[in-house]
T-cell receptor
Framework: DTEVTQTPKHLVMGMTNKKSLKCEQH?????MYWYKQKAKKPPELMFV???????INESVPSRFSPECPNSSLLNLHLHALQPEDSALYLC?????????????????FGPGTRLTVL | QKEVEQNSGPLSVPEGAIASLNCTYS??????FFWYRQYSGKSPELIMS????GDKEDGRFTAQLNKASQYVSLLIRDSQPSDSATYLC???????????FGTGTRLTIIP
């Protein structure tokens, strides 16, 4: 299985709602990532989990709360979002660590969740 | 500030010709280099990775890396209309799980 899956595909929420985005991979990867992508811009890293521990938080507002329940699952909990948070949210996964002097860190992306905040 | 630069395009190439996409990076300790293809409204798809100087070929795609010049490129031979997409260059440094993306080059293959 070489696929990263994300649910839901589309999400519309109000500014007072609480919702969660889910991501799953079964490639044995121990690093998982959340990215945010606005139109015509590259993906912007939000969080990195390595061995189920949060290793990078790119100064993301606290209204975004990540969770990594196990090595295959990654959640992003959303609360009190703003309209400017509307974007494509991408999950990715990769191996961690060194192999033969190189770091093989090919990141594979899921299909994304298109989020609209009203 | 680690930077990855790409020409944003649009780059227009006739069908059947070679499309050449270029990327430069500023961080000399960068070790891993990736090309992603992204269709409009879809997620990035990894098409090539390269770690050593020289060329790496996969089907119609060839990635070229020159660490001395801090330059990585992607050649697409026999371009097809289905190759029309935005191509993102991404760079990773040793000991860092973070990918740094370029702004992407929009490629259009003209039938």
């Amino acid at each position: 299985d070489t696929e990263v899956t994300q649910t839901p595909k589309h999400l519309v929420m109000g500014m007072t709602n609480k919702k969660s985005l889910k991501c799953e991979q079964h490639m044995g990867h121990r690093a998982m990532y959340w990215y945010k992508q606005k139109a015509k811009k590259p993906p912007e890293l939000m969080f990195v989990y390595s061995y189920e521990k949060l290793s990078i938080n790119e100064s993301v507002p606290s209204r975004f709360s990540p969770e990594c329940p196990n090595s295959s699952l990654l959640n992003l909990h959303l609360h009190a979002l703003q309209p400017e948070d509307s974007a494509l949210y991408l999950c990715a996964s990769s191996h961690v660590g060194l192999a033969g002097g190189h770091t093989y860190n090919e990141q594979f992306f899921g299909p994304g969740t298109r989020l609209t905040v009203l | 500030q680690k930077e990855v630069e790409q020409n944003s395009g649009p780059l227009s190439v006739p069908e059947g010709a070679i499309a050449s996409l270029n990327c430069t990076y500023s961080d000399r300790v960068s070790q891993s280099f990736f090309w992603y293809r992204q269709y409009s409204g879809k997620s990035p798809e990894l098409i090539m990775s390269i770690y050593s100087n020289g060329d790496k070929e996969d089907g119609r795609f060839t990635a070229q890396l020159n660490k001395a010049s801090q330059y990585v490129s992607l050649l697409i031979r026999d371009s097809q209309p289905s190759d029309s997409a935005t191509y993102l260059c991404a760079v990773k440094s040793v000991g860092n799980e973070k990918l740094t993306f370029g702004t992407g080059t929009r490629l259009t293959i003209i039938p």
